[in-house]
């Protein structure tokens, strides 16, 4: 649970890295494996997911807080028994494009006793900060082409590259252990609105898993507000409120 939580936050963490450098009335966000370029200068965006159990308590949250400049400065997530807080800081070359970024995670309480041993015993952290950090390279075109992501607690991190269409989607990403071992693959399709409609993620080849995306809602600017996620007889409904300057 809690490493899910810390994959989370690091996979908006890479979110922060733009695809270009940033033109002003555009965010560009990352969720999963999901490329956006979110319409208008977010400030937040509060990111339910509900499995349509009935549960509400069982729904995960997150809220991503933005800065003037676009750029990812906190993230507050929810996961049943624990909240996290990661908090983020970017470098960046002249042409503001993201070099590195390090952030800081931490939960910020739990809800019983259980919960807690299991954190200790698999992570050794508790209400404690977990640094994370990401380096970027890009192509001639400014696209992110490599990330390099670790955790503070461990010796290498991974490795994962992208690869895009002529319109700057991004159609695939490779994720690489300690930049030998391929983990997964992951493939995405879009429509002619450059929005995901199906994610294929593949393990030594095998495919794993294949969602389908259809979208619910939009607000004002054009950005969705509900889509639904089917996979493996699963349904996912998530809801978005988003703020801006």
Known sequence: MYSNRILFSFVVLLASCTLKEQRPSKTWFY???????????????????DNGDGVSEQNTSDTVDFDIKSDIKEVRSWDPGIVFQTKYVTKYDSNRRRLQIIARSRALRQIDSWVRAEMIKKHKVVDTSMKISGVYEYDKNGYVIKRYSSLEDLSEGNYSYNKYNSDGDMIETDSYLNSKLLGYATKLTYDNKHMVIEET???????????????????????????KATYDANTVITTRKITYY
């Not at 999963?32 to 319409?39: K, M, Q």
């Not at 495919?207 to 995306?213: C, D, E, G, I």
């Open 31 to 49: 969720k999963e494996s999901d490329v956006e370029v979110l319409n208008g200068k977010v400030k937040q965006l509060i990111q339910t997911d």
């Open 201 to 227: 993620i593949f393990h030594n080849g095998t495919l794993v898993t294949k969602t389908n995306y259809s979208y619910l809602s939009f607000d004002s600017k054009g950005n969705w507000t509900k889509r």
